[in-house]
């Protein structure tokens, strides 16, 4: 995939949260989301808004639509929202706590061969959350990270082939708690 420019990135990300406002349930998160790309806007500057935009267009990740009351409306293509979801996972990252609960995250895998790519991402992008891994589909990490993992699987469509075992008790605690917090 081509690299887009830190605009672009932030646009995308930008456009993908007003997408998801119109899916929350809660009036927290609902402010919490819009607090948050109102002042992402802001940041951006004017004319390299713009420009951006402009390229997106021409990329065919954005498309402007006219509305009923004579307004337009920017939306995310299909390739748009796939590209924003590629930048979120890109930027993800866990949340390590003050306080261990003691609990390890284990992700297990078999993705068949035919699915080599979404293999050789999902490995990749659990490597960069900061899973160790434990033998070649299976990693593990001591911190909460249901959401993150969630989005990745469905984001390539792995559902079937990936399980996600939360466990207080593992053989290997002394080595695994030596790697994570001997840092």
Known sequence: MKALGGVQQEILLLLLAGASLYFTRTPKRYHRISDRSGKGWKELGKVRTERSVAGMYRSKMI?????PDGTWKMVL?????KRALYCKIES????????????WRIVLFDIPEKRKGDRD???KWIK???FL?????V????YDCRDEFDFIVEFLGLRKYVRFVVTDDIDNDAYLKSRFFSR
């Open 133 to 137: 891994e434990l033998q070649k589909s």
């Open 139 to 142: 990693f593990a990490l001591p």
């Open 121 to 123: 991402a999902f490995r």
């Open 77 to 81: 293509t299909d390739r748009g929202k």
């Open 128 to 130: 960069k959350l900061g």
């Open 92 to 103: 993800m990252e866990i949340r390590k706590p003050k306080k261990w609960d003691k609990k």
């Open 63 to 67: 498309d402007l639509r006219l509305q």
